[in-house]
């Protein structure tokens, strides 16, 4: 069974900044690759990043490109997404997944953008 744990969210101001991370379990961790989705209130989840294996592809959704940032360090099973630049399209409840096992998802970490 794969384990996924999310952390980082909050309350923040536009223009602000926060750092979220995702735990995951799994010996195959390194060579898999880690996505971010996000759910706003009444809307369907969507992809906001992702990061492969070894972390030299990423790919992320146009409206977080240049403002959001993926990373990874597997010596821990662990995969940040920096978010800068935020906006209040951005309040939603951010997932991360395991593109080898869809089907498991964490509980979420809950990012609201609000002044």
């Known amino acids: 069974q794969v384990q996924l744990v999310e952390s980082g969210g909050g309350l923040v101001q536009p223009g602000g900044s926060l750092r979220l991370s995702c735990v995951a379990s799994g010996r195959a961790f390194s060579s898999e690759t880690i996505l971010w989705f996000r759910q706003a209130p009444g809307k369907e989840r969507e992809f906001v990043a992702s990061?492969?294996?070894?972390?030299?592809?990423?790919a992320y959704a146009d409206y977080v490109k240049g403002r959001f940032t993926i990373s990874r360090d597997n010596a821990k099973n662990t995969v940040v997404l920096q978010m800068d630049y935020l906006k209040p399209d951005d309040t939603a409840v951010y997932y991360c997944n395991n593109r080898a096992h869809p089907e498991y998802w964490g509980q979420g970490t809950r990012v609201t953008v609000t002044s």
């Open positions: 990061i492969s294996g070894g972390g030299s592809d990423v």
